[in-house]
Nanobody, 122 residues
Framework: QVYVVESGGRRVQAGASLELSCSASGVRFKDYHMAWFRQAPGKERELVAAISGYTGLTFYVESVKGRFTFSRDNPKNTVYLRMNDLKPEDAAVYYC???????????????WGQGTEVTVSS
């Protein structure tokens, strides 16, 4: 059984920083690509950032480049999304996801967490 669990979402002011965490169990973690998606009310879910298993190669959607940093700690089975200079448009439910193999920027992730909500007030 694979479990993906996110944490760290909360309400912050615009311009603040926040770090989300995600752990995965039931998998050989280093084999898995990990990703963060987000979905705001009335909008489609979008891939925000992704990181490959072995190489640590990262992908970021254009709107977060330079502000968000995705990292992983394989011995701890955990990934982190550091979000700086948050904007109201970053507010959403953030979902962590995992998959093995394939293009990290493709949305076909297999295992999903329940989501953690980020609210950004202006």
């Amino acid at each position: 059984q694979v479990y993906v669990v996110e944490s760290g979402g909360r309400r912050v002011q615009a311009g603040a920083s926040l770090e989300l965490s995600c752990s995965a169990s039931g998998v050989r973690f280093k084999d898995y690509h990990m990703a963060w998606f987000r979905q705001a009310p009335g909008k489609e879910r979008e891939l925000v950032a992704a990181i490959s298993g072995y190489t640590g190669l990262t992908f970021y959607v254009e709107s977060v480049k330079g502000r968000f940093t995705f990292s992983r700690d394989n011995p701890k089975n955990t990934v982190y999304l550091r979000m700086n200079d948050l904007k109201p448009e970053d507010a959403a439910v953030y979902y962590c996801a995992a998959k093995i193999g394939g293009d990290i920027s493709a949305a076909d992730y297999e295992y999903w967490g329940q989501g953690t909500e980020v609210t950004v007030s202006s």
